[in-house]
């Protein structure tokens, strides 16, 4: 088993669609949480973090974590094809060290 | 501008061959690190810094160096590359060791190596 696991997708969605991207880890003991944006040829970049159970909200973005089923998600509303990339999600486990998932690719069909 | 600087960004050698891929950051970061992405893997951790002189393996060392002379400077050399480090990497540095910061990387644009 990943210690971080994503669905590689691709997640196609249409432009204005809420587009919802998964993320499960292993280690119980994680206290936080990291989405990072990826575009093609590009390096990843920062979005959102999280470290209590519930939402944050950040714009379009909405970052959920759910520590007692191990997954964290990212919503992001209104869908425009520039959020097209692969998302990337980071855990940072018990021992502090981070940990990055495979990624899934989103595509917003205009 | 801030920024994490790798070079060179796309490189092309043989089996052997020695080879130092270069990052420099202007941020003043304590802490640098070196990926590895490959398809369906995600990004693996090579090498990590907490400082000058202070250097620490990641998940996947085997078959490279690196050296931390400099707080700004931390190269990844490939003393005898093999076909399978062809690979996308990324250098990345944070202000703090990620265990005891909010975990931000800033990374580079990343370094395209292909070993034939």
């Known amino acids: 088993q990943k210690e971080v696991e994503q669905n590689s997708g691709p997640l196609s969605v249409p432009e204005g669609a809420i587009a919802s991207l998964n993320c499960t880890y292993s280690?119980?003991?994680?206290?936080?949480f990291f989405w990072y944006r990826q575009y093609s040829g590009k390096s990843p970049e920062l979005i959102m973090f999280?470290?209590?159970?519930g939402d944050k909200e950040d714009g379009r973005f909405t970052a959920q974590l759910n520590k007692a089923s191990q997954y964290v998600s990212l919503l992001i509303r209104d869908s425009q094809p520039s959020d097209s990339a692969t998302y990337l999600c980071?855990?940072?486990?018990?021992?502090?060290?981070?940990?990055f998932g495979q990624g899934t690719t989103l595509q917003v069909k205009p | 501008e801030a920024q994490v600087t790798q070079n060179p960004r796309y490189l092309i050698t043989v089996t052997g061959k020695k080879l130092t891929v270069t990052c420099s950051q202007n941020?003043?970061?304590?802490?640098m690190s070196w990926y590895r992405q490959d398809p369906g893997l995600g990004l693996r951790q090579i090498y990590y810094?907490?400082?000058?002189?202070?250097?620490d393996k990641g998940d996947v060392p085997e078959g490279y160096k690196v050296s931390r002379k400099e707080k700004r400077n931390f190269p990844l050399i490939l003393e005898s590359p093999s076909p399978n480090q062809t690979s996308l990497y990324f250098c990345?540095?944070?202000?703090?060791?990620?265990?005891?910061?909010?975990?931000?990387?800033?990374f580079g644009e990343g370094s395209r190596l292909t070993v034939l």
């Open positions: 280690d119980r003991g994680s206290q936080s």
């Open positions: 810094s907490m400082n000058v002189e202070v250097t």
């Open positions: 941020m003043n970061h304590e802490y």
């Open positions: 999280i470290y209590s159970n």
């Open positions: 990345a540095s944070s202000l703090r060791d990620p265990r005891g910061s909010a975990g931000e990387l800033f």
């Open positions: 980071a855990v940072k486990g018990n021992t502090g060290k981070l940990i």
